[in-house]
């Protein structure tokens, strides 16, 4: 099996300048698994119901975060996300998603969105593969 075209690992670090939160054509869904549904809820100390008629709409089968404006709805105006601690998965794994692991994905959309590409840590490329195949586990199993 050849090895991937980061097999000596991708560079990440957050800067926490919000461009993930914000839509960027394909980037425009926060897609949520039922893990994510019960933190925020919690969180927001919501009823599930309640929950799901202010923030979500449902998408190809998928329950998403209703995003009205060209941002997330959690993201507040100093630029941070008002619900950190209870963040969807794929916000918490970004930008380490199996359709980012392509090449011109990673070098042309997702760095042209991220000013974290290609700073910080070196991230091992297994570390990278083990989260984004946790993330897309995560999502299956909901």
């Not at 461009?19 to 599930?48: M, W």
């Not at 959309?109 to 490329?125: M, N, R, T």
């Amino acid at each position: 099996m050849p090895k991937p075209w980061f097999h000596k690992g991708l560079r990440f670090e957050c800067t926490q300048c919000g461009n993930c939160c914000r839509t960027h054509e394909e980037y425009s869904f926060v897609y949520l698994a039922e893990g994510d549904v019960s933190a925020l809820t919690e969180h927001l100390q919501l009823d599930r119901a309640t929950f799901l008629e202010r923030h979500c709409q449902e998408e190809d089968g998928w329950i998403t975060l209703r995003i009205d404006k060209p941002a997330c709805p959690f993201l507040n105006e100093a630029g941070g996300c008002s619900v950190y601690e209870a963040r969807p998965k794929q916000c918490r794994t970004w930008p380490f998603w199996v359709e980012n692991l392509k090449r011109t994905t990673w070098e042309g959309p997702v760095s042209d969105c991220c000013p974290g590409i290609g700073k910080g840590e070196l991230v091992d490329a297994d570390e990278v593969k083990r989260i984004a195949i946790e993330t897309e586990l995560w999502y299956e199993d909901s």
